[in-house]
């Protein structure tokens, strides 16, 4: 009898199976990778900073089978199917929700994989444009699946490189580093301490159930209609506050040097690059806090640093939206120790810190307060802390 690997569930055998019915044949293999939420540290990655992200229990999974032609035939549990073939693939835009399959496979094949073609189904459990990243967790369940099968070796973090290009080019999202590296390096009850200029990734154990904690995301489904132009405009900004400092990068200016400048910065680059060395000294806090013996003395002191977070994203970034500050003030008041918004912003979700077995008072609270303004209800998850990209059949 064939061993189980470790990641084996219901869900991938399921898949399997699916993938039989509808290809007539096994899969060669059925790869997954989480979503990720982030306990610290946003829109540090493209500014060369720090950030804790960590992968979640919801995944994508990706069951692959080779074919003798050029055929790649995608098909999503979610979204239905969709025909291309290895001609399509040159680094250029694809529309839709292929490009973050697509582009995985052109980018494994510009990294030096013999393409072939290929049958793919996936099924996703990650809720789409929470803020919790399903587009990565897309790309590099993918990815992982091609690399071995057209037999590209490389390691996590390249393979992240390889599946943020893949959401550059082919699916033309500016995106950093920080959801492909934390869907590929993810650690059970772990976070990723991320140093976005050396790309080193130290994981760091986050007891949480020790600690009586939970932490829960809120996703708002608040439109993200202003998301990809203001995305670019504060990636923008933050180069223009650096440059006027005269540095490559934020992650090296400090805190007198921005007070020095701050009448040669417009109002705006300066709130923004306040943000970012804010942000970046809150995510070495939590990390002081997560390497000292017995972390779980400490972890509810993790509560001020999100909401300062917020504060921060919201007054400085301006990356915020009315949902997002309700459902963090909401949370807050239901008994959250902290709370701030999770992703790029301008909707997705709130990732809340709770103590443990408050769900459903979190859950009451912030659906009471949306309803009194009747917006839709948020949809509430507990996120813990889950391994990263892997084979599960
Ligand atoms: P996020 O990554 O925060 O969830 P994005 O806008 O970056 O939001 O990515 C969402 C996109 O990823 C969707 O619009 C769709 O194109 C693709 N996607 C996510 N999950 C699935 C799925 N199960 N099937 C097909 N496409 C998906
Ligand atoms: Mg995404």
Known sequence: MAMQLPGTDERAKHLALRFRQHFGAAPDGVWAAPGRANLLGEHTDYNAGFALPFGIRQRARVALRLRADSRLLLCSE???????????????RIAGWAAYLAGAAWAAIDAGARGTGLELLLDSEVPVGAGLSSSAALECATLLGLAELWGLQRSPLELARLAQRAEQRVAGVPCGLMDQLAALCARE??????????????????PLVAAGLELWAIDTRAPHQLASGAYA????????????????????AQPEQLARAAAELSPPTLRRA??????????QAAVELLRQPGPEA???????????????????????????????????AAGALGARLVGGGFGGSV???????????????????????GWALPQLLEVQP????????
């Open 386 to 393: 889950a391994a990263g990209a892997a084979r599960v059949l």
């Open 351 to 373: 990732l809340a810190l709770l103590p443990h077995g408050m769900g459903e008072a979190l859950a009451a609270g912030v659906q009471g307060a949306f309803a009194a303004r």
């Open 233 to 252: 405009e504060r990636r923008n900004a933050c180069q223009q506050a650096a440059r006027q400092l005269g540095l490559h990068s934020l992650r090296e």
């Open 78 to 92: 979610q979204a239905g199917a969709c025909e291309l073939s290895l001609a399509d693939l040159r680094g250029e």
């Open 298 to 332: 400490r972890l509810a002191q993790l509560g001020p640093l999100l909401s300062a977070s917020h504060a921060s994203l919201r007054d400085d970034f301006e990356v915020s939206v009315p949902q997002l500050d309700v459902a963090q003030a909401a949370a807050e």
């Open 189 to 206: 009850q772990h976070v990723l301490w991320v140093d976005f200029q050396s790309e080193e990734v130290v994981p760091l154990a986050l």
């Open 274 to 283: 306040r943000h970012v060395l804010g942000e970046n000294a809150r995510v």
